[in-house]
């Protein structure tokens, strides 16, 4: 995870704009300046995908019997995820919820009660662009899989998963149970985080378990693919699902610790043909310069790198020239790479923070050096239609076989993205 020096000023700002409350960071809220412009509930809305498919959704439970959790004595490994796909429109139906209830419920009270936004921000009513559980669009898709930040839900991807979705791809969001802010299971079970203090820090077992998570996660799609079921409570996935799941081209991205285990991942297990880091350092201590194992092997498969910002607490670009652990990730991996920046971008304008953080502004006063912080300058929906452009093209290049001019050089459509050589 790439946590800059001034790490308790961007949990103060995540905090604020409703959706990281796992680093708990309360103190001194109250005299952050967030005030209310309106007393209504504020809502938020996220932005439509841009691809020619409608977006389906469905969620899967998965028990990994064969695995303890290592965060919670006595406890069998299980995770949430959400596929995503290209769907068959569906008008009428119900749009899928941003989050379930008894995890909207748990934000409400772990994140936005201490700073006096409870009743002012209503997570609940917020509906993604996805139709729950449509019929999926006729046709074989690539896979992708998505894993968020440190302590993040997946939820907080939505804005680029559904993207994906709409472009033709079957995006898979995991929860990383026990280290996500709150999982919800089906039978209204919340797990939240539970990380122990570890002796040495808990960024090594961490990434290890994620990319177990990932694997095991492959494993169950593997078994959906062929007909089979994976959800723990048989639960029936829509009629075609395991059909459309094109495994043979099989991708994944992140941000922040997500980022890492996507290459950790990677490396693990040939299966994953590419990958996308946004903005994740590759370090377990990187003022000891204890990297990953994938910095000192590299990749021989596609990989990009998009980084945004400062690089840990300088003020040098986040990018392989200067990042120690991405400089040696870079001159080890003999595969194609990318490394792409946004120097108006921070640390979550790869997250929902991103087009969010505009909308509740109108609404609760959020003050501009603060939120400058942890999502930059950048204009919002300019950011993000570039993310979404940038990695739409890397997977359609590398799992299509399409070549991508974008990947050549800049363009005069993403002036906020520099290629760095």
Do not use: C
């Not at 008894?102 to 996805?130: C, M, S, W």
């Not at 607490?313 to 490394?339: E, I, V």
Request: overall charge positive; aromatic content about 8%.
């Amino acid at each position: 995870m790439k946590l800059p020096s001034r790490r308790a000023v961007l949990w103060t700002v995540a905090l604020a704009l409703v959706a990281l409350p796992a680093f708990g960071v309360y103190s001194g809220l109250r005299a952050s300046g967030i005030a209310f412009v309106e007393r209504l509930p504020v809502r938020f809305a996220l932005t439509p995908p841009t691809g020619s498919f409608a977006v389906g959704v469905t969620e899967l439970h998965l028990v990994d019997t064969g695995r303890k959790d290592p965060w919670v004595a006595d406890r069998t490994r299980e995770l949430m995820v959400s596929i995503w796909y290209p769907a068959t429109p569906a008008p009428g139906r119900a749009l899928a919820p941003y989050m379930r209830p008894g995890a909207a419920a748990h934000f409400a009270q772990t994140t936005l009660k201490p700073i006096g936004l409870a009743e002012r921000v209503d997570v609940r009513t917020v509906r993604t662009n996805a139709w729950l559980d449509a019929q999926p669009a006729s046709g074989r898709f690539p896979v992708i899989i998505y894993s968020p930040g440190g302590s993040l839900p997946r939820a907080l991807g939505t804005t680029l998963v559904e993207d994906l979705a709409s472009r033709g791809y079957v995006v898979v969001a995991i929860d990383h149970t026990h280290e996500a802010s709150e999982v919800e299971f089906p039978d209204g079970r919340l797990a939240v985080r539970s990380l122990p203090k570890i002796e040495g820090g808990i960024l090594k077992p961490l990434i290890a378990t994620r990319v177990q998570d990932v694997r095991f996660v492959m494993d169950q799609l593997q078994i959906l693919a062929s007909g089979g079921d994976p959800d723990a409570q048989a639960r029936p996935t829509p009629s075609g699902l395991g059909a459309a799941l094109d495994l043979d081209r099989l991708g994944i991205f992140g941000h922040s610790a997500g980022g890492f285990t996507a290459a950790e991942a990677m490396l693990a297990d040939p299966r994953i043909d590419a990958g996308v880091n946004l903005d994740g350092s590759m370090a377990y201590r990187m003022s000891k310069r204890q990297f990953g194992e994938v910095v000192s092997r590299g990749l021989d498969r596609p990989f990009m790198l998009i980084g945004a910002g400062a690089s840990g607490g300088a003020t040098r670009p986040h990018t392989h020239l200067y990042a120690p652990d991405w400089q040696r990730f870079w001159t080890n991996s003999k595969g194609w790479k990318l490394d792409l920046y946004m120097p108006e971008g921070e640390h979550f304008t790869f997250t929902d923070y991103q087009t969010v953080a505009p909308q509740l502004q109108r609404k609760v006063f959020l003050p501009g050096a603060v939120t400058r912080v942890a999502l930059g300058t950048v204009d919002a929906q300019r950011s993000l239609a570039t993310q979404r452009a940038y990695i739409a093209a890397f997977f359609d290049q590398h799992l299509r076989g399409v070549e991508q001019p974008l990947l050549r050089g800049p363009s005069p459509l993403h002036p906020d993205i520099d290629f760095v050589r």
